[in-house]
Each structure stands twice: as C-alpha cells, then as structure tokens.
C-alpha cells in the first residue's frame, strides 16, 4: 500500500520560512520521481517542484523559483520542501505525489497559511 503523509504546514508571516516534509512507504522510493503541489482556494492544483529519483534533476514553478528548494533523501525516503521567503499568495493546501506530470499517487495535503 502506497502512502504519502505530508506534515510541516503551519502559519507563517510573508517573509517567513517554513519546511515541509514528505515520509513515504509501499513502493521502491529510490526509483520515484516526486513532487510537490499546491491547490489554493477556487484554484486549480498546481506543480511546485519535481525533483527526479536521483535527486539530480528539479524543477520549479516560475512563481517560487529562487525561493523554494525541493531536496530527497532517498535513505529516509523522505522528501523535503525548503520555502523561503513566503508570500501571501503562497498560501495553499500542499501536497506530496509520486511522480511528476501524472501522479499516481497524492498525499492527503498540509495546509500552508502565510498571514501578517
């Protein structure tokens, strides 16, 4: 059974930081390629940052680019987003997935809020 809890969303002051964090089971983690995304209210769900299964390779999202950073660890099978510099509008309920253009499998969601 595959599961994706998120945990690490909170409320956080526009310039503020918060890490979210992704602990995964039930499949070959190592061999994944993950991602993080946000839905926001009355928006559609949208890509944050992928990183591939070695960790090499990512890619973000023009809004948080040079602000979030995405990073795995394949030993924990954990993936991490780092979010600096937070903005109102990065307020959102974020998920984890497995894979990138199509998941195969989502999260349950942590809500991020970025409130003065």
Same mark, same amino acid.
């Given at each position: ?7 690490? @969303?909170?409320? %956080?002051?526009?310039?503020? /930081?918060?890490?979210?964090?992704? #602990? %995964?089971?039930? &499949?070959?983690?190592? &061999?994944?390629?993950?991602? $993080? ?6 928006? #559609?769900?949208?890509?944050? #940052?992928? *990183? /591939? +299964?070695?960790?090499?390779?990512? *890619?973000? #999202?023009? /809004? ?5 950073? *995405? /990073? ?21 309920? +974020?998920?984890? %997935?497995?894979? +990138?253009?199509?998941?195969?499998? $989502? @999260? ?9």
């Amino acid at each position: 059974q595959v599961t994706l809890v998120e945990s690490g @969303g909170g409320l %956080a002051q526009p310039g503020g /930081s918060l890490r979210l964090s992704c #602990a %995964a089971s039930g &499949f070959t983690f190592g &061999f994944a390629d993950m991602s $993080w995304h946000r839905q926001a209210p009355g928006k #559609a769900r949208e890509l944050v #940052a992928y *990183i /591939s +299964y070695t960790g090499v390779n990512t *890619i973000y #999202a023009d /809004s948080v680019k040079g602000r979030f950073t *995405i /990073s795995r660890d394949n030993a924990k099978k954990t993936v991490d987003l780092q979010m600096n510099g937070l903005k109102v509008e990065d307020t959102a309920v +974020y998920f984890c %997935a497995r894979g +990138y253009m199509r998941p195969s499998h $989502w @999260g349950q969601g942590t809500q991020v809020t970025v409130s003065s």
